[in-house]
């Protein structure tokens, strides 16, 4: 079955505490984007990758990292997580040139 | 301005009613224009994807694009209880640019 994981689908952390959120996808898609989603402000892009080796900030990339070493894998490191990084957040692939995005299960954070 | 403008709702409408769901937005560029459909706790799902300017059908759902006026919408016919969910309207420079998204507007039917 086509599809993105993303692990873990939901963490309580305190301040400070380094954490990563893993996302995979099966269907050799190019592209990946990490969003989050909050109330009233939508959906925004926080990191997207082209490809491997290859990413680029999207609205929101203060106080995120990601890496992209292979194509299925596109991991959101959060270094020193602060309470307003408390959000929803969705990894997302499609493949090149395509028009559909498939969208992650979503992970919900809350940072205290 | 923001780019993309999306009334959030929420839309509460009676089961059967014909639901209309609309975007504006700023930028003439975006050429790719997307409806995704958001169930509670889910990811977004692609619904509807039009290219350009017109119309496109399929089964309830209609997109429309006017670019002219800068103007997206989705009819929902005939909507039932099972279509409560976020829309969100997306668009896109090209093929390959990060899409833009609205804020999401949140419908309820009620049966």
């Known amino acids: 079955e086509a599809q993105v994981t993303q692990n873990p689908r939901y963490l309580i952390t305190v301040t400070g505490k380094k954490l990563t959120v893993t996302c995979s996808q099966n269907?050799?898609?190019?592209?990946m984007s990490w969003y989050r989603q909050d109330p009233g402000l939508g959906l925004r892009q926080i990191y997207y990758?082209?490809?491997?080796?290859?990413?680029d900030k999207g609205d929101v990339p203060e106080g995120y990292k990601v890496s992209r070493k292979e194509k299925r894998n596109f991991p959101l490191i959060l270094e020193s997580p602060s309470p307003n990084q408390t959000s929803l957040y969705f990894c997302?692939?499609?493949?090149?040139?395509?028009?559909?995005?498939?969208f992650g299960p979503g992970t919900r954070l809350t940072v205290t | 301005q923001k780019e993309v403008e999306q009334d959030p709702g929420p839309l509460s409408v009676p089961e059967g009613a014909i639901v209309s769901l609309n975007c504006t937005y700023s930028?003439?560029?975006?050429?790719?224009f997307m409806w995704y459909r958001q169930y509670s706790r889910k990811g977004p799902e692609l619904l509807m994807y039009t290219y350009s300017s017109g119309n496109k059908e399929d089964g309830r759902f209609t997109a429309q694009v006017d670019k002219s006026s800068k103007y997206i919408s989705l009819f929902i016919r005939d909507s039932q209880p099972s279509d409560s969910a976020t829309y969100l309207c997306?668009?896109?420079?090209?093929?390959?640019?990060?899409?833009?998204f609205g804020k999401g507007t949140r419908l309820s039917v009620i049966a």
């Open positions: 997306a668009m896109e420079y090209s093929g390959n640019t990060p899409l833009v």
């Open positions: 930028n003439s560029a975006f050429q790719y």
């Open positions: 990758s082209m490809n491997v080796e290859v990413t």
């Open positions: 997302a692939s499609r493949g090149q040139g395509s028009y559909e995005q498939y």
């Open positions: 269907m050799n898609h190019e592209y």
